[in-house]
């Protein structure tokens, strides 16, 4: 699609339109937009990072000029530039192009990574291998994961598990149903996450929480499950 395409099909200002791509991680190629595959992504990313780690730059100050001529017989530049966009924020110094690699983004794309090839990982082991994984520097955090994978404390040993929001139903009871019917109770942090997106401008998510679920204590932890039963 092409920008006048989308917004011909789209009820969203540019603006908005503009910065939900931006979230999206979407490129413009020849004037159209395109969503890049994300072992790709990883790939152009893990080229930046084994750059930086060889030319000891520190995540915060990548030179863009330099990263483009040594990573040009490997990848496009538009294409290197676009990574650097979208896990970076871009800034001059001395006429120089920089970017800072912003480290929740780069923790969290690197954890999505690691958890797309495994149904459930035992919790410490992936939180050892991920922080591993990540650039010399940067500290990974159970919180860089909202809404994209959740514990369960439950089993024995715990387990962590990929669950991405944008992977469960649009519309508010079908989304409620999909979460109770992959767990029957839910603390208000683990679901929160997860509901986060439906709550309209003046809505909260207790407010979500009263009308689809029902709230209970157990030992003194305040539970919410389904308000009806589920098939």
Same mark, same amino acid.
């Given at each position: 699609?092409?920008?006048?395409?989308?917004?011909?099909?789209?009820?969203?200002?540019?603006?908005?339109?503009?910065?939900?791509?931006?979230?999206?991680?979407?490129?413009?190629?020849?004037? @159209?937009?395109?969503?890049?595959?994300?072992?790709?992504?990883?790939?152009?990313?893990?080229?930046?990072?084994? #750059?930086?780690?060889?030319?000891?730059?520190? @995540?915060?100050?990548?030179?863009?000029?330099?990263?483009?001529?040594? %990573?040009? /017989?490997?990848? /496009?530049?538009?294409?290197?530039?676009?990574?650097?966009?979208?896990?970076? +924020?871009?800034?001059?110094?001395?006429?120089?192009?920089?970017?800072?690699?912003?480290?929740?983004?780069?923790?969290?794309?690197?954890?999505?990574?690691? #958890?797309?090839?495994?149904?459930? @990982?035992? %919790?410490?082991?992936?939180?050892?291998?991920?922080?591993?994984?990540? /650039?010399?520097?940067?500290?990974?955090?159970?919180?860089?994961? +909202?809404? #994209?994978?959740?514990?369960?404390?439950?089993?024995?040993?715990?387990?962590? @598990?990929?669950? +991405?929001?944008?992977? %469960?139903?649009?519309?508010?009871?079908?989304?409620?149903?999909?979460?109770?019917?992959?767990?029957?109770?839910?603390?208000?942090?683990?679901?929160? /996450?997860?509901?986060?997106?439906?709550?309209?401008?003046?809505?909260?998510?207790?407010?979500?929480?009263? +009308?689809?679920?029902?709230?209970?204590?157990?030992?003194?932890?305040?539970?919410?499950?389904?308000?009806?039963? %589920?098939?």
């Amino acid at each position: 699609y092409t920008t006048e395409g989308l917004l011909s099909q789209i009820q969203a200002s540019s603006l908005e339109l503009m910065d939900h791509l931006k979230v999206i991680h979407a490129c413009q190629i020849s004037g @159209f937009w395109r969503l890049l595959d994300f072992d790709y992504e990883m790939k152009l990313l893990s080229h930046i990072t084994q #750059l930086m780690d060889s030319e000891s730059w520190s @995540f915060s100050r990548i030179p863009l000029k330099v990263s483009l001529q040594e %990573l040009r /017989p490997l990848e /496009p530049e538009e294409m290197i530039q676009h990574c650097l966009e979208c896990y970076g +924020k871009r800034f001059v110094e001395e006429g120089e192009v920089f970017y800072a690699l912003d480290e929740d983004k780069i923790c969290r794309a690197t954890a999505q990574m690691l #958890l797309q090839n495994a149904v459930k @990982f035992n %919790l410490s082991e992936f939180q050892d291998v991920w922080q591993q994984s990540v /650039p010399e520097g940067m500290t990974t955090r159970l919180d860089q994961l +909202k809404g #994209l994978a959740l514990v369960d404390r439950s089993s024995r040993p715990e387990t962590i @598990f990929l669950l +991405k929001t944008e992977d %469960l139903p649009e519309d508010t009871q079908e989304r409620f149903n999909a979460l109770f019917t992959m767990r029957e109770k839910w603390t208000e942090a683990d679901i929160a /996450p997860y509901i986060q997106d439906l709550c309209g401008e003046k809505q909260t998510i207790g407010a979500l929480l009263t +009308k689809y679920a029902r709230s209970s204590l157990q030992n003194g932890v305040k539970l919410y499950n389904s308000r009806r039963p %589920l098939s």
